[in-house]
Every structure is written in C-alpha cells, then in structure tokens.
C-alpha cells in the first residue's frame, strides 16, 4: 500500500508520454532446476 502513491505517478507520467519504447532483448539464463539454459529478458 505504501508504494501506491508511486505507482500512481510513474503510469500517469508513462501514459501521457507521445511514445512508448519496449525493449525485448534476450539473454541465455542458466536454470539450476533443468541443468540447462533458458531464455530470459532483460527488464529495466
């Protein structure tokens, strides 16, 4: 609940932006549970 105020603000500032840019680029992540690699995305 203490985070709500934030969350408000950053939609109301990323919504009224003219432009949205997504950036979707992969990453190899190695899955412990698999023994093998998986592929992950990078968030910022």
């Known amino acids: 609940m203490a985070l ?3 969350y408000e603000a950053l939609r109301h500032f990323i919504l009224s932006a003219l432009v949205l840019h997504a950036d979707e ?3 190899s992540l190695l899955d412990p549970s698999a ?3 998986r592929k992950a ?3 910022a």
């Open 41 to 43: 995305y990078v968030s």
């Open 35 to 37: 023994g093998m690699m």
């Open 4 to 6: 709500v105020p934030l």
């Open 25 to 27: 680029t992969q990453v």
